[in-house]
């Protein structure tokens, strides 16, 4: 089945940095790549999604970036703030979705 | 609001006791999903329900059982805990399978004693 790698599994950044998750996966069927943001006592949240037709996507200080050859996919957030502290997950889809271990994100103001 | 609905929020049980998870999701959602959340682990999906009227493995299904009660509603239910099921059970719902995000619900935090 598929696995996925997520690293780091904890990262600090000051407020304004960037921030930067990387994940690699097995499965090469696999076709779509979501990222989701837990905050504390809550459950996952889709924050950005990529398919394996396209190899960057955008939305506002977040980017997701595909590699499909080497098989790895990073998020990016750029300008950080408080509110962007978090655990970030990232997912493999092939049928199933398989998830990593999560990165938990702080940024110190 | 709209979304996925879990009861209940925290949960303590004996070894050996039964219990049901709930959850419900007023989206109009095909596919509904159990993962469980354990450090270090991320998500693990335990069952999932492609659709109404049906429900399979995932890659942790032992001691668990399902009921895909109808499009609404999908229960998990652990017949004799065990201490290795504390966890924090999530249950996420979706128009259909494939290349498509998840919603999920709150979270039920489950410890075995």
């Known amino acids: 089945g598929e696995n996925v790698e997520q690293h780091p599994s904890t990262l600090s950044v000051q407020e304004g940095d960037s921030a930067v998750i990387k994940c690699t996966y097995s499965?090469?069927?696999?076709?779509?790549f979501p990222w989701y943001k837990q905050e504390l006592g809550k459950g996952p949240q889709l924050i950005i999604d990529?398919?394996?037709?396209?190899g960057e996507k955008k939305d506002q200080r977040i980017a997701v970036t595909l590699n499909k050859t080497a098989k790895h996919f990073s998020l990016h957030i750029t300008e950080t703030q408080p509110e962007d502290s978090a655990v970030y997950f990232c997912?493999?889809?092939?049928?199933?979705?398989?998830f990593g271990a999560g990165t938990r994100l702080t940024v110190k103001p | 609001n709209a979304g996925v609905t879990q009861t209940p929020k925290f949960q303590v049980l004996k070894t050996g006791q039964s219990m049901t998870l709930q959850c419900a999701q007023d989206?109009?959602?095909?596919?509904m999903y159990w993962y469980r959340q354990d450090p270090g682990m991320g998500l693990r999906l335990i069952y999932y329900?492609?659709?109404?009227?049906?429900?399979d493995k995932g890659e942790v299904p032992n001691g668990y059982n399902v009921s895909r009660l109808n499009k609404r509603e999908f229960s998990l239910r652990l017949e004799s805990a065990a201490p290795s099921q504390t966890s924090v059970y999530f249950c996420?719902?979706?128009?259909?399978?494939?290349?498509?995000?998840?919603?999920f619900g709150s979270g039920t935090r489950l410890t075995v004693v």
């Open positions: 997912a493999a889809t092939h049928n199933d979705m398989r």
């Open positions: 990529i398919r394996s037709n396209v």
């Open positions: 989206m109009n959602h095909n596919s």
């Open positions: 499965d090469s069927a696999s076709n779509y």
């Open positions: 329900s492609a659709s109404e009227g049906t429900t």
């Open positions: 996420a719902s979706s128009e259909g399978r494939g290349e498509i995000g998840y919603t």
